[in-house]
């Protein structure tokens, strides 16, 4: 009797941890979200066309291409296809009762695709931000967007609703690896990366076999800008997104390049060692020997700045004042670039 005692015991506490979760993660986003990515999901194609009839088109083309591509591949997704979340995101439309919520949580986590659900956010707030920077008819779908309250927050909550389910969650369905031939930029292609993912592919060949100039290659779609040269977007090729052209080669560039990069997801100023050199990234930029900083980490290059001024202050020696020097110099050369763009 002690140990089925222990077991109900156990077994409720489970359920009012997990129904407390529901309610901590519901009142931190608006229940509509839902409403809205559900709406999203069930009238793609005439919002795709809506999108397609704005104006400053050449300023969007790449967000219009990620649409696009995401809505291919969803091609299979409605509204059903998300029912196991809404089944739990039913408690933020109104604290269901504690002694249901283990059932939700071993029928509909189970049925939950991670990276469909994560595709159909990043293509609602895809094409929200096409809206953002473009302008024309305003259809019911265009309305209906603009209305909306989904913001990029939206990205963090659906990731949390996933670790609430736990071990419960559902696994995504097989896919086939993609591979990346090895010359990007002669073959055209398609962008299969979300435009609010995390930069990750990134290449700088200096000398394309087209022009002879500089082409860098990126996941997600971005704009860049190097040594104060915006440079032009030609779109998607080899499974990259963006694929931008210089006037000239990287070798003109020299040595220690400011590249900014900014795309739906993050800003950042990656370094450039030598102009001359190919550099491809395929994971990370730290893995192929490049030195980046974010936002975040552009505010602790700054305070790391203030604190090498005090050291140079109270150092007596030489040769230990001309090293700081040299430090506070390449830190304001990438912070005095990146003022420009924030």
Known sequence: MRFLTGLLLISLTSIQAFAADINNFCDDIPATNFDDVLYIADNREAIQVALHQRENRTQIEGLLVSYNTLSAKLANVTSESLNPVMAIAGFCYGNLPENIAEGYKKQACPQIRPTKVRDLVSLALTAKAIINFSSGPETQEIKRIVSSKLTTEFIESIETLFDICGADLGADDPIEEELIPEEEEEDPGVCTTSPYSDLTHFLWKPVSESNGKLVILTNPTTSLV????????????????????????????????????????????????????????????????????????????????????????????????RKIRIQIKEIAEVLNYAKDFQ
């Open 226 to 321: 190097v040594d104060g040269e915006t440079l032009s977007d030609n779109g998607p090729s080899n499974g990259r997104c963006t694929t931008s052209r210089a006037s000239k080669s990287g070798c003109s560039f020299g040595e220690d390049v400011l590249v900014a990069v900014t795309s739906l997801a993050e800003f950042r100023i990656i370094r450039i060692p030598n102009g001359c050199q190919r550099y491809e990234c395929l994971s990370s930029l730290t893995a192929c020997g490049l030195e980046s900083w974010d936002t975040k980490e552009l505010l602790k290059l700054k305070k790391q700045k203030s604190k090498l001024k005090s050291k140079l202050l109270r150092s007596t020696r030489a040769k230990q004042k």
